[in-house]
């Protein structure tokens, strides 16, 4: 198994441009998590997936972030316009009947 | 509603010394209690987790955590630290299965030569 499957691996980009991420995650999997680690918040939910429906977006920061999850196999978290506070390591994680994550290498972004 | 406490933002240990990492957890219903290890650039593993059953758990790279109840502990150790350890480690909760699961603050555990 090729484990969860993200990227870019890093993205610079200037601000007020969009940025997506992708995510792909391991086959037969019904949970896709999206999270953000910073050294100031730490590791912070921003939405999460099951079956592919989003249960729990309460941890999206602004309207300028979306995700989406077209099919089981693949999902994105887009930012737009992006700025310098959203510079981060965005991490996918998957999961199946809750018994532990699954996590990506994750995609450093940074906004200059 | 569940949350995750670790003692500790950063510990520091010799080669061979015991690694104890502390963790404390609330949790309405019973928890389900995970450790992640991260290593510098890459993304969070799986130590061990802790669902139903023995609260002793052993997990990978020769590191295990009791599940205390009566403390609301779930502390993880490991007899003897070796070097390739050194990372930052994470304690979570979730409420059972299926939940979105809420991570600790993170130790960073350092080795000393």
């Known amino acids: 198994d090729a484990g969860v499957i993200q990227s870019p691996r890093h993205e610079v980009t200037e601000m007020g441009q969009e940025v997506t991420l992708r995510c792909k995650p391991i086959?037969?999997?019904?949970?896709l998590f999206w999270y953000r680690q910073t050294m100031m918040r730490g590791l912070e939910l921003l939405i999460y997936?099951?079956?592919?429906?989003?249960?729990?977006d309460s941890g999206m920061p602004e309207d300028r972030f979306s995700a989406k999850m077209p099919n089981a196999s693949f999902s994105t978290l887009k930012i737009q316009p992006s700025e310098p506070r959203d510079s981060a390591v965005y991490f996918c994680?998957?999961?199946?009947?809750?018994?532990?994550?699954?996590f990506g290498s994750g995609t450093r972004l940074t906004v200059v | 509603a569940q949350s995750v406490t670790q003692l500790g933002s950063h510990v520091s240990v010799s080669e061979g010394a015991l690694v104890l990492l502390r963790c404390n957890y609330s949790?309405?219903?019973?928890?389900?209690l995970f450790w992640y290890v991260q290593y510098p650039n890459q993304g969070l593993q799986l130590l061990l987790k802790?669902?139903?059953?023995?609260?002793l758990v052993k997990g990978i790279n020769g590191f295990e955590a009791e599940f205390k109840k009566s403390e609301t502990s779930f502390h993880l150790t490991k007899p003897s630290a070796h070097m390739s350890d050194a990372a930052e480690y994470f304690c979570?909760?979730?409420?059972?299965?299926?939940?979105?699961?809420?991570f600790g603050s993170g130790t960073r555990l350092s080795i000393r030569p």
């Open positions: 994680a998957s999961s199946t009947q809750g018994y532990g994550y699954t």
């Open positions: 086959s037969g999997h019904d949970y």
């Open positions: 997936f099951n079956n592919n429906v989003p249960i729990d």
């Open positions: 949790s309405s219903v019973p928890p389900y």
């Open positions: 802790y669902t139903t059953g023995a609260t």
């Open positions: 979570a909760v979730t409420g059972g299965r299926a939940s979105k699961i809420i």
